[in-house]
Structures are given as structure tokens and as C-alpha cells.
């Protein structure tokens, strides 16, 4: 568990957001020098590890994937008053920045997204939740990132036009009660998954694993695509962060939350990009059930995650995804529960050690 | 004779259920009727039902591949949420639209069918409604009564009617393609043909022409046509901005919003078509697309058409196509295939 935690913890921090992912990639190559047979880094910067199975020739090739890619901003502008226009890099939403702390390229100039402060709202407006909150409409037109400089002259001298940030966000532990041990960070979508990949290659399984770790995602699935067309697996699943929004709800809403934090990894149906495999499901349903893993389903219908790119790759791959819920997911602060981490990295290592070709097939 | 064949293939065909993801019933029943009607049939990984039936070829030339795809699946309803009272919310698999849904009748693949319900008061009903205010009532009366899960489908259910020359199904998108092409294996049995036909039902078409991406990489063929519907533009308030009618034969598609055809192989459609004197529309439809959209993108490029039957409210509980159309899409594909195909 503390090592799942410690391993978090560093590749939350790290810096990578979408098309900027090498702070990332060189943490993780660090991470599975001695456990991978091979690493290779592909021309859109996937980093892609090897590691042979125990069982004789002919194997099966499983690829699990989590992406490397967290959402942040790009520069666009510098003003003439020093402030920084930007766009979002994947899905943001901009009722949620103001006010944010954010760090900027290589240098990690520290700034914050200007809000109006209270004073100047109308007592109408104060009763209201504050703009930005979720209160009002904020367009991205009305913000910009200011680092503190007096002028372009002195911004242009720190940050450029193309450079990339991201939330300034440390990781935090919350809780550290065994049964409810939950931290607080930025990036958990997807670094969660990466640190489980991590723990995954520890072991050889017998099948040939594949481990790749993606780029792109947030921006549209784009390294999983041409990683799975080099790979050509006969499986795979992507480990993801995933939405949870089991907050309490007014008594009279009836609904049942995308997932619940705490009850265990999150087996996805559907989602907008992938229908999963049966065969798939039925394996980890049954991992599951043999390893005593209490499972969840991830509420049909949102999101998407790798898997819905490589499925579709050459002739067809059977896929899925097992994710770990997270609160305030897209977020400078999202929190997760470690023991759906660590039930999650428990299920992946069991299916690996059960998957066969019958889990691959389709009814007639 | 042979059009009560089609109409009880096309009664069995759209009576049987397959939402987008789940098409297992719809698959082992076109499985069961082209059996013996093709050389090979497999089930591929994202479990399209790919049937190859082989051509001798011609002139001492290998025939060429020809890919025709017609989906399986059908719009639908996923379960995500059964309430304390047994109420079922849910989501909607491909392009569901708020205003038909409610009162539609809906049957899961175990047979348990369903209402869907409003929210509100009677206000509600004079207002568009959103899927989110929707809720499918299967007469439960408490949550222990449903049977149902979170993550089980249905799709608008009711019976096949045939009234004259028109047909009634909330499945005809596109079983009525999985009709013209499960007819067409018929109509080859025992003739020589020169070219490979792949006799492909896909899957996933309604949510983003999935099976139709997969199998096209794996068959790469030489050309290829979806076989689907299309809307028509003969609406009794609708300005015939698209020259589609109902029983005025096969349309052939110029363009969608997902793909321009190929030229030459609509050249040889035509001709085969104005040659046998097969009534056939052009098509220019300016919403949605069909497979033939995956299948022009597989691999370095597949030339692709799509040849369609026109059908009036297509993605409600009530579509309409007419056997006349259905006759002159299968007429139209078997002058086709007897000729040299070359593009």
C-alpha cells in the first residue's frame, strides 16, 4: 500500500499535461528499468514495456494502458499588462478556475487565474454562489493567468507563447485509517493508473504483457490508437481514473452515482467510445468473485477512455476498462480511496493470471 | 411467392432483438438463415457476422472482394439507475430522440418489456422532453419486483406489419439492410458469380460504425457498399430538400455527412441499374452517415458507396419502408455482381 502511495505521490506531482508528457515518461522509465525484458518510446511518445510470459509458445498478448497525460493549459497571448490568455488542454471546465493556482513551463512559473474579489460583486450577487463556483456562466474569454509581472516586456521574459501549465496542486494523505485511506492531488486521471501499471510489472504472468503507457489521451485518445496498432494485442484493458460523484444529494433525487468511492475498481459497460468485450467482463467478474474483490459498475454512457481507441485498431480488439473512482475528477484537487487502488492492482494481477483464450471469443 | 419469402425473412429479422453491443439474438438468427448459402462464416472479435460466399472469377482472374455491410444493431435504451419505487432510468445507446420516446413500448432480451414514463405533472407533456426526464415503468410497484440490471438494454419494441406495400418495424434501421442482404445470398444460391462477395452484418453502426472499421481492415476489400437507410423528403410539410420518396425505388448515395461516394463505383451502379431497368433515387442526405463512412477509411482508402432504402421516421418506434424499394435494392445488387467490377 505505501508503496502504491509513495509512487502516486511522485507521478501526481510530476508535470504533463497533453503533448508535454516527459517529466512523466522519464519517471515511469526510471521506475520499470529492472522490471520490463524491453522499453521502447514510439514516435508520439508513448513508452511502451515488454515483459515475456512464463507459459510455453504460442501466448496470449495482453496490452494494459493508462495515460500519462493530465488536462492543463497552453499560453496563447501575452497582454500588454503582463496577464496570459491561454487555452485548455483536454476537458476543463471554466466555471471552475478562477482562482486556481497554476504552474507554467519549464522554469514552473507559479501564477493564478484572476477572479473579482467579493467587494466588488453586488450584495445580489454575493447571496449567490460565487462566480465561478458553479453560480454563474464564466467564459474562458474572461480569464487570464496572471504570474505577477508588471508588463509583456516582463512576462515575455519568463513564459512564452505555446508553454504549457498545469494546476500547482501537491499531493496530500488525508486519511491514513486503514479502511478508508484516502489522499488528495491533481492528475489522479490518470496517474493512478500509471502507478498501478507500475505495480502490475512487477510480477511475470503467463501470458506476454504489454504495458503501455499513453500520451494524448485527454486530447482524444491518440496515443493508445497508434501504440495498440504497434502492439497488436490480443487483449487489452486500459486502468483509468474515473468520475465519482457520491456526494450527498437533496432527499427527494433518486439516482444512483457514477461510482461510490471505497467500493472497489469500477468495471465499465459502456462508455461514449466503447462497448467492453463480454468475454472480458466475465473474467474479471469472476477474478473478482474467486479473490473475494468487491467490484462496482461504472454508470453506463459517460466518458471515455483508451481502450475506446485501440478496440478499434486493425481487425478488432477485445477491450475494457477497470478504473479507480475519484472525486472532483478534472479538477486542481481531486481524492481517491487507496484501497480501490490497491483492490484494483489485486484484480488486474488475478485476471493476468487467469485470462484465456475462451475469455476472447464471442457467442456464435 | 418469393415476396411473402421476403416479407416473413423481414418479420423475423426485425422481430428479433439487438441493441448496439448486444447483438447476439439478431446475429444467431441471420446466422441460422444464410447457413448453407455461403462457403465460410465467422464471428469476429467485436462480433460482426462476416460470410464470405466465393466467386469463380472471370476471364482467368481471381474475383474481386466485394465487402457489403448492412448492421445488425438498433438504437436502445442501457439501464443506469433503478429507482426505490422500480422505476429504471437510463441512457441512450445511439441516436435516441426525447420526443419519441415516450409511451413507446421497450422489450429487454429476456422478453421483459416496458413503458417509458414522463416526469412531471400533466404540464410536462406539452414540452419537448429530455431523455434525463424519462424513466421506463416496467408495472413493478416496488423495487424488489424488477428483475432487471443496471447495464441491461431494451429497444423500442413491437410487431412487424405489413399493410400493402408498406412495412412497419421500430427495427426496419437497418434490419431492412440485413433483409436486402440476407435476400441477395438467396438470390446467388446455385448462380455462378464471378466476384467474392463478403456478406457482412455488422455491429455498432449507431454508435459510431464500429464493427464496420474492424471488418473492413481484416476483409480490405476491393470495393465496398453499406446497405442501410435513408430518410426521405417526402414529409406531407417537408420541402423536398431531399429527393428521396417512398417507392420510388433503391437510393443511391451521392453523399452524408459522413463520406462522399466513390464515382466510378456509383457509375457502375447506375449502369447496372439503367440496364436492367432497376428504379433507383440519388441521394444526397444531409444527416448521418452509415457504415460505408469506416469502410472508405479502412487501410489506405476502400472505394465505397452506400445504397439505401428509403424509410420514413427512421430512429422512432415506427419506421415505414416499402417492398418495392426493398426489391430494387436486391435487383440492383445482383446486376451488380454479374458484371466486371473494376474502379
Known sequence: MMALCDRLERLSNAFGPSGRERDVRALLRAGIAELADRIEVDALGNLIAYKTGADPEPRLRVMLSAHMDEVGFMITEIQKSGLLKFQPVGGLDPRMLPAKRLVIGDARIPGVIGAPPPHLQSAKQASQPPRGSGGQPVELDDLAIDIGAESDKEAEAKVKVGDYGVFATQFTVLSRDSSWPTVRGKAFDDRVGCAMLVALLAERYPVDLVVVFTVQEEVGLRGARVAAYRVEPDAAISLEGTICDDLPRPPDVDLTPVTRLGAGPALTLMDRRLVSHPGLLKLLRDTAEAEGIAIQYKAPGLGGADSGAIHLTRAGVPATVVAVPCRYIHSPASILNLNDMENSVRLMAAALRRIGREHLERAG | ?343
Open chain 2, 1 to 343: 411467392m418469393k415476396g411473402s419469402h421476403v416479407l416473413e425473412l423481414t418479420r423475423r429479422l426485425t422481430e428479433a432483438f439487438g441493441v448496439s453491443g448486444y447483438e447476439d439474438e439478431i446475429r444467431s438468427v441471420i446466422r441460422a438463415e444464410i447457413a448453407g448459402l455461403v462457403d465460410e462464416v465467422r464471428v469476429d472479435t467485436l462480433g460482426n457476422l462476416v460470410a464470405l460466399r466465393r466467386g469463380a472469377g472471370a476471364a482467368g482472374q481471381p474475383g474481386k472482394r466485394v465487402m457489403l455491410a448492412a448492421h445488425m444493431d438498433q438504437i436502445g435504451l442501457m439501464v443506469t439507475h433503478i429507482d426505490e419505487k422500480g422505476y429504471l432510468r437510463f441512457a441512450p445507446v445511439g441516436g435516441v430522440f426525447g420526443l419519441a420516446c415516450w409511451g413507446s413500448q421497450v422489450r429487454f432480451a429476456d422478453g421483459t418489456v416496458g413503458t417509458v414514463g414522463l416526469d412531471g405533472g400533466i404540464s410536462a407533456r406539452d414540452k419537448l422532453p429530455t431523455l434525463n426526464s424519462m424513466y421506463i415503468d416496467v408495472g413493478a410497484t416496488e423495487r424488489a419486483g424488477v428483475t432487471v440490471q443496471v447495464g441491461d438494454v431494451a429497444a423500442f419494441w413491437h410487431a412487424f406489419a405489413g399493410q400493402g406495400s408498406a412495412w412497419f418495424a421500430p427495427s426496419m434501421d437497418d434490419r431492412i439492410g440485413c433483409v436486402v442482404l440476407v435476400q441477395l445470398l438467396r438470390e446467388l444460391a446455385g448462380r455462378e458469380i464471378a466476384h467474392d462477395v463478403y456478406a457482412v452484418f455488422t455491429t455498432q453502426e449507431e454508435i459510431g460504425t464500429r464493427g464496420a472499421t474492424t471488418s473492413a481492415y481484416a476483409i480490405d476489400p476491393y470495393v465496398a457498399i453499406a446497405l442501410d437507410v435513408t430518410l426521405t423528403g417526402d414529409g406531407p410539410h417537408t420541402k423536398p430538400a431531399l429527393e428521396v420518396y417512398l417507392g420510388r425505388g433503391v437510393a443511391l448515395k451521392i453523399m452524408d455527412k459522413g463520406m462522399i461516394s466513390h464515382i466510378g463505383l456509383n457509375q457502375l451502379l447506375i449502369a447496372a441499374a439503367e440496364a436492367e431497368g432497376i428504379p433507383y433515387q440519388r441521394e444526397v442526405l444531409q444527416v448521418g452517415s452509415t457504415d460505408a463512412r469506416a469502410m472508405q477509411m479502412a487501410r489506405s482508402g476502400i472505394p465505397t458507396t452506400a445504397l439505401s432504402v428509403p424509410s420514413r421516421h427512421v430512429h422512432t418506434p415506427s419506421q415505414i419502408v416499402d417492398r418495392r424499394d426493398v426489391a430494387a435494392a436486391i435487383a440492383l445488387l445482383v446486376a451488380f455482381l454479374d458484371r466486371p467490377i473494376t474502379v
